[in-house]
């Protein structure tokens, strides 16, 4: 199936404020668990007060986003979130978003369903439009007139003012029942890499080191000109990419035997299917920047190198049908990029 498919070519739903495009599994049919949307907010632009279904995780590719989120015990939080950090929300609790950078922000957002899609968000303002205004008077305590101007359609995305500093905003949220015990937040562009080489480095974000994301874990990749993902595969979970900055070209394996290559540029998103053995070589001058997410809890992954560097040698060279001298040369210590 079509492993390759590309936010460029998705209609992007516009607003004051900001706009989204998004790749389902209705436009993608090979991802079946993960949905991608891209979305771009103003300085002071708002997503609207809203939750979901499916829970969401996040990636700020550009400027700096501010999150707020409640739990179901009743603590809140807001948090600011800068260029190459993550926010997660589980499935059902209610958050929103509002662009802070001097240029707004950007951001990748994932859910862990792949039919997942922005128009089955459950908006605040959709929910008060349909509610007569004097159910919302009785429940917020106020005159049924206080209410008269209350939207009648959906927001979305719209032009807000620019919120108040961060710490008066934490404190304001925050209550007498406190904040969450996990942060909604991760900087993952700052994290020690996984792997490091001359060719580049893989930096992760699971549930080991970001304990708020439960369903999601994520890598983001950087390798450099010449270089190469090297070949492997992930045993617990579909791959689902997105391409950040330069130029690449990745070969999937299946049985078969079945082998595809495609090239991938910035705003495209690539799929691998579970066990489904791939590698992706640079292919530009500049550096290739892409994310990995799977649903998952953890990030898991073999690398065929490693594999066949710990099998008795013989029958490696024996399988390969070339020389035992030439399995001691592969790469030792599970190098995620080649050449080391």
Known sequence: PIFWASFNNAPRRIHNGGWARQVTQADF?????????????????????????????????????RITTIDQFGRANVEDVREGGLWYFPSGLPHSLQGIGEDGCEFIICFDDGKATEFNTLLVTDWLAHTPPEDLALNFGVPVDTLSKIPLHDLYIFQGEMPGPLAAEQQQAAGEAGQPPLRSTFQLNEVAPLSKTRSGFVQVADSSNFKASKTIASALNTIHPGGMRAMHWHPNADEWQYFIAGQGQMTVFNTGPQAVTQNFNPGDIGYVKRAFGHYILNTGDTDLVYLEVFNSVYFSEVSLSDWLIHTPRAMVAQTMNVDRAIIDRFPDGRPAIVPV
Not at 29 to 44: F, K, P, Q, Y
Not at 48 to 61: K, M, P, Q, R
């Open 29 to 65: 049919a090979i991802s079946e668990s993960i949905s991608g949307v891209n979305m771009r907010l103003t300085r002071g632009g708002i997503r609207e007060l809203h939750w979901h279904l499916a829970a969401e995780w996040a990636y700020v590719s550009r400027g700096a986003c």
